[in-house]
């Protein structure tokens, strides 16, 4: 399948990501697949939601390398991660949500698991709300290279669907393009907001 650079997609979910209130400061960051050997990154330290199709840079995917000379996210490795990891993967978005930083923070274990909610098929594969939907929740670390062998090491043992969160920091989440990837994300952000709610008025 060819697809086009759907650069200016991303920068039309970029500003939705700003408007929601998900990155906050200089919180979050964002890129899509060129192809199977480049993506394009958010420069590091913008408001994210405020950009332009020229605050992203090309990224090379087996290296981290910015051929611009220009500094990619800080979380670049992460995004060339995930394109490694699913060749099926055309787009990532990080965000700081409170919900996700607070319900990560909130869940002890190494994984966050959700059921019963009917948006659970707001994710690609999920045809009920019987089944749990298993988020792992990884240790956050200033260490982007241990994290992401953390992360590749997980992806080895268990399915890595949709999105992880980062404990006390955020969500990162992707799709096979752009819409795919926003549909994820808000998906799996109404899903912590009710969870959230849920655990505040059961006391859980
Ligand atoms: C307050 S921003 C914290 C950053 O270290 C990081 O977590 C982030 O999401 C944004 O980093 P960036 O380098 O701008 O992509
Ligand atoms: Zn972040």
């Not at 979050?28 to 060129?34: I, K, L, T, W």
């Not at 707001?122 to 929740?137: F, R, Y």
């Not at 290279?145 to 969500?171: C, K, T, V, W």
């Amino acid at each position: 399948m060819t697809h086009h650079l759907q650069l200016t997609q991303l920068v039309d979910a970029c500003r939705w990501i700003g408007a929601k209130g998900w990155a906050p400061a200089t919180g979050g960051n964002m890129s899509v697949r060129q192809d199977d050997a480049l993506c394009w990154l958010s420069e590091s330290g913008k408001d994210k939601g405020s950009l332009t199709t020229d605050d992203f840079l090309q990224v090379e995917i087996a290296t981290n390398r910015a051929p611009s000379g220009r500094k990619p996210s800080a979380e670049t490795g992460l995004h060339t991660l995930i394109y490694r990891l699913f060749p099926q993967a055309n787009a990532v978005l990080h965000v700081h949500t409170v919900n996700a930083t607070v319900l990560s923070r909130l869940t002890k274990t190494p994984e966050l698991s959700i059921s019963g909610f009917e948006m659970q098929k707001s994710l690609s594969g999920q045809t009920t709300h019987l089944d749990t939907l298993t988020i792992p929740v990884f240790d956050n670390d200033q260490d982007i290279d241990a994290l992401a062998s953390r992360i590749a090491h997980y992806a080895q043992e268990r399915p890595l669907n949709y999105g992880f969160l980062l404990r006390g920091h955020g969500l990162t989440c992707w799709g096979r393009d752009v819409a795919e990837a926003r549909r994820h994300l808000e998906g799996l952000e109404f899903l912590f907001e009710c969870e959230m709610r849920l655990r505040q008025l059961e006391r859980l």
